[in-house]
């Protein structure tokens, strides 16, 4: 049974896929199999992907049709034959930092459910931090009863134990989003211990704030966000942005994967 897997959608983001799959395969946690769930991709997806698969054995792709909405139910059919402890998952337009499986690992040691920190890049390319406490009721509360989420897909994540007791992937009925509905899944469950590790541990495009900005151009930034993370000058500005945001809601982040 490996550690973790691995689940990334994707329909058609053709060139920043290598991208998130790249980072996926930096992990300093290296004991996972790779899932990507291919919502009705195209042929050259499919050879992109097969192209990725040859490199790691580890990685594995679930060739599904279009299906309803964002292909949730496909995640469902391939989390049926996961195998790993935990499942963490990836926007196919986004990026992990190398340490995000091994908190993930951490925190859901004692935990069924929980989130990282969610960064992402705001329309005119700033930080875009998003504080929160899943531990915390008022938070858990908010995020049940209102049109409220504070992390995005890719920094989610909960043992395949405790997916196995839920409806799972779906599409969302009387909830604005995916991911949400998806969360609330494990919120409304009273025997659901759920967590947040306040650490910084990917990157989210953010997709819908800027609409307009083809597959190349995001694919570009993720190079270019990947490097530019590794200097003291980028990861100072960003725990600025993350040490301003969390400030105004009195919680308190950890910030070591970002020291120099």
């Not at 406490?133 to 009863?145: F, I, K, Q």
Request: charged fraction near 25%; hydrophobic fraction near 40%.
């Amino acid at each position: 049974m490996p550690a973790a897997t691995i689940l990334i959608p994707t329909h058609e983001h053709i060139a920043c896929l290598p991208h998130s799959v790249a980072s996926a395969l930096a992990q300093t946690v290296q004991d996972f199999e790779l899932f990507i769930v291919g919502d009705g991709v195209s042929a050259e997806s499919r050879a992109i992907i097969a192209e990725l698969a040859a490199t790691d054995s580890r990685i594995r792709f679930f060739d599904f049709p279009k299906g309803e909405r964002k292909g949730e139910r496909h995640r469902h059919a391939a989390l049926m034959q996961a195998t790993g402890k935990i499942v963490a998952y990836l926007g196919d337009d986004d990026i992990w930092l190398p340490n995000h499986l091994e908190t993930f690992l951490e925190l859901l040691d004692d935990a069924d459910f929980g989130n990282t920190m969610h960064i992402g890049i705001g329309r005119s390319g700033e930080w875009l931090v998003l504080p929160g406490n899943l531990a915390d009721p008022a938070w858990r509360a908010r995020m049940l009863n209102e049109s409220f989420n504070f992390f995005d897909f890719t920094f989610g994540g909960h043992t395949l134990e405790a997916y196995r007791r839920l409806p799972g992937w779906a599409p969302p009925i009387d909830c604005p989003w995916s991911d949400l509905y998806m969360w609330r899944q494990f919120l409304a469950q009273p025997w659901c211990r759920a967590k947040s590790a306040m650490i910084p541990t990917g990157i989210c495009t953010q997709t819908h704030l800027r609409p307009n900005r083809s597959d190349h151009e995001r694919a570009e930034e993720l190079v270019t966000l990947r490097s530019s993370l590794k200097t003291a000058k980028v990861r100072k500005t960003l725990r600025k942005a993350i040490a301003k945001s969390f400030a105004k809601v009195k919680l308190r982040p950890d910030m070591s994967a970002l020291e120099d």
